[in-house]
């Protein structure tokens, strides 16, 4: 029968997704269906609960509660001893290793006759802090088969199981409890299938895998009949045969554990790719898992071993860039009906997002939601205007203040001072455009200054107009949605720039953003022999605005490298590495954006962020080569003029555009005092 749903995925992208009608074994007719919380993590009370309706009643309960922190906090005891109006039918053994939450424990449980018992577990067999040894010295009248032990302490919940049972006892030793119930934590990131038990040390935390501890329970006359995301569950054989059988007819792993949706598996493409599936995150210690980090094979040295050798792919580090892109699509995208899919997708993108900021001050992003037929057609106009139409066409949209509207001619501009350096001017021609309003007086909103359809030709000049003019509003409106995620990032992680960056987050359409069309070609400094020979085209500087957003073709004369450590900020460094996009068109694959961070973004971010210092340098070509030219969109984004800004590092409160002000003051007294020499 055919799949009417079923479409052909989208041949412009890799399609990574679960298949739809993925099945578990995992039965939901057993003790699970009893789940619940009070005050356990993961629905361990009511398993519980449920659990000792089924067992033989007794006159007293007895409970030992390994790990309990402060008695409430996540605990599996706590309903049992102090939550419910039977809990005299229970008395507990408590054993916590911080102090200061033995003392909450302590004082929760003294007025109850529970025993509370700060030490910190050994599971060494001969250490007098072993658990059998606590036991026998601190609780002496607990029975040899008492009711529950609840185990959890991060790492040695093996070996402290198997040393209540006897198991690793010293020679000699015939020591060992037999409790009806064992409530014991396996680390939920491993398969199924491996057995894995971490080795025997107080100061290895590991954790073991659910079927290292059925292998250990089995051995011991215990049967599993039940799992929660972290926890196990184990009964005597012996009770499970006389009470619980119809309860749980299935004790298989298989049954009683879901699928693993804590696990990250890795699979391996043809070339040697090694890519991350499921869990994308390191669960305890709350950063991402990096494909770019566990790669064995250098990204340019990726390829199929067998391929033919006449039939190179020439899209192999096209591909390779988009894998290592950003995901932007939960922001920018329409987002999933499932509420709590979009929130983690979101965290799982704000996350990626800031570790490439804060590490290189750079970032590749994709699924901006910007068409490719639009980068393609904004990418030929600026080829057609800075390097194809006459001189004078570029000439009819001069104006006064070219550093923020309209053409700026070649060798007229100088990024050197931007960061206090004095140095040639850059070999780049430009065409800026930005917001328009009549109402504000700032120097900028102003009229831009497009090239005269009288001098270029009527249908030239429209197709470069509406061509930029959507590209600027498209690449604003992502940019604000990868601003969003950035603060999410942020606030995820550092509470104390919260207050700071708000104003990020609070944009109007009155920003003061600019699109900079940029065009690099053929000249002196790529001839060798002249004087400057393999100079940079455009100086190592650092950008003044919040973000910029940025889009090159593949043309063979320029190239944009950032320091290859961030932290540097002298522009004399030997070090520095090579940003490249994909080549186009881009109307076939998705578009892959350079984000990098501003001054007045890493200063809002008391440098957690940072502005790194990046240039443009002349690459190899020949003058007649056809595809020597470079065409590059920069949108430097900016912020309302009245936007209040508080910097953490002075504390200085003052608006965005005195902020910029200062910042553009800066670099013009470098200008200056170059001149008066």
């Known amino acids: 029968m055919k799949d009417s749903s079923w479409s052909l995925p989208n041949p412009q992208s890799t399609t990574i997704r679960c298949r739809k009608d993925c099945r578990s074994l995992r039965r939901r007719d057993g003790l699970i269906k009893y789940a619940s919380n009070n005050t356990s993590q993961n629905g361990e009370d009511g398993v519980i609960k449920r659990l000792f309706e089924l067992l033989p009643l007794s006159k ?69 802090q072993s658990l059998l040894s606590i036991l026998k010295r601190d609780a002496p009248d607990l029975p040899h088969n008492f009711d529950l032990v609840s185990i959890d302490v991060d790492g040695m919940d093996y070996w402290i199981m198997a040393n209540i049972l006897g198991l690793s006892a010293p020679d000699g030793s015939t020591d060992s409890y037999q409790p009806k119930v064992i409530c014991v934590e396996f680390n939920p990131t491993m398969p199924t299938d491996l057995v894995y ?112 050798s006449n039939g190179e792919d020439k899209n192999e580090e096209a591909n390779d860039i988009r894998g290592d892109a950003i995901d932007m699509a939960p922001y920018c995208k329409k987002h999933s009906d499932d509420a709590e899919d979009n929130i983690n997708s979101k965290l799982h993108c704000a996350a990626e997002l800031n570790s490439m900021l804060e590490k290189f001050g750079f970032a590749l992003v994709r699924g901006t939601g910007i068409s490719g037929n639009l980068c393609d057609n904004a990418l030929r106009a600026t080829k057609t205007f800075l390097h194809e139409a006459d001189e ?66 009527d249908e030239e000049a429209a197709f470069f ?16 949605y990868i601003l969003t995620a950035i603060c999410d990032g942020i606030n995820a992680n550092n509470s104390d720039h919260a207050q700071s960056i708000n104003i990020l987050s609070n944009q109007s359409n009155n920003h003061t953003s600019i699109l900079t069309l940029l065009g690099y070609q053929y000249g002196s400094r790529h001839k060798k022999g002249s004087k400057g020979y393999m100079r940079p085209l455009v100086a190592a500087h650092t950008d003044v605005g919040v973000i910029t957003v ?61 502005s790194t210092l990046h240039r443009v340098m002349p690459q190899p070509c020949k003058k007649d080569d056809n595809d020597a030219a470079r065409s590059c969109l920069a949108l430097f984004v900016g912020l309302e003029p ?17 902020w910029r002000r200062g910042r553009i003051a800066r670099a013009t007294a470098v200008l200056r005092n170059s001149a008066s020499k």
């Open 60 to 128: 007293k309960r007895y409970c030992v509660d390994v790990g309990a922190w402060d008695g409430v906090h996540l605990s599996n005891t706590y309903s049992l001893l102090v939550g419910n109006q039977t809990q005299s039918e229970w008395s507990g053994v408590l054993i916590e290793a911080d102090q200061q939450r033995f003392k909450e424990l302590k004082n929760l449980h003294d007025g109850l006759g529970n025993i509370s018992v700060c030490a910190e577990v050994s599971c060494d067999p001969c250490s007098p």
């Open 197 to 308: 038990v971490q080795p025997r040390s107080d100061s290895i935390r590991h954790g073991s895998s659910l079927s290292a501890f059925v292998e250990l329970a089995t051995a011991s006359g215990y049967i599993l009949v039940e799992t929660t995301l972290f926890n196990a569950f184990f009964v005597q054989f012996e009770l499970y045969e006389q009470f619980l059988k119809d309860e749980v007819p299935d004790t298989s792993i298989e049954a009683l554990q879901s699928p693993l949706s804590m696990g990250t598996q890795l699979y391996q493409l043809y070339d040697g790719t090694l890519k991350l599936w499921g869990c994308k995150r390191m669960l305890w210690h709350r950063m991402p898992i990096e494909e770019k980090k566990i790669q064995m094979i250098p990204q340019n040295q990726r390829q199929f071993p067998f391929s033919p």
């Open 392 to 457: 004078s066409v570029r000439r009819s949209c001069l104006t006064k203040d070219r550093a923020r509207r309209g053409y700026s001619p070649m060798a007229t501009e100088n990024f050197a001072s931007l960061v206090g350096e004095e140095g040639p001017n850059d070999l780049v021609k430009k065409f800026r455009v930005g917001p328009e309003s009549e109402s504000s007086s700032s120097s900028l909103h102003q009229p831009n200054a497009w090239p005269s359809s009288e001098v270029w030709g």
């Open 465 to 480: 107009i509406s061509s930029i003019e959507e590209y600027f509003e498209q690449t604003r409106l992502a940019a604000d």
């Open 550 to 610: 940025l889009l090159y073709d593949s043309g063979k004369c320029a190239t944009l490298q950032r320091v290859a450590d961030a932290c540097t900020a002298d522009p004399s460094t030997e070090e520095w590495v090579n940003i490249n996009l994909p080549a186009g068109p881009y109307y076939i694959d998705e578009p892959v954006f350079v984000v990098n961070v501003g001054d007045c973004l890493s200063e809002l971010t008391g440098g957690s962020l940072r």
């Open 642 to 658: 009245s936007a209040s800004l508080t910097l953490p590092h002075s504390g200085e409160n003052m608006t965005y555009e005195e």
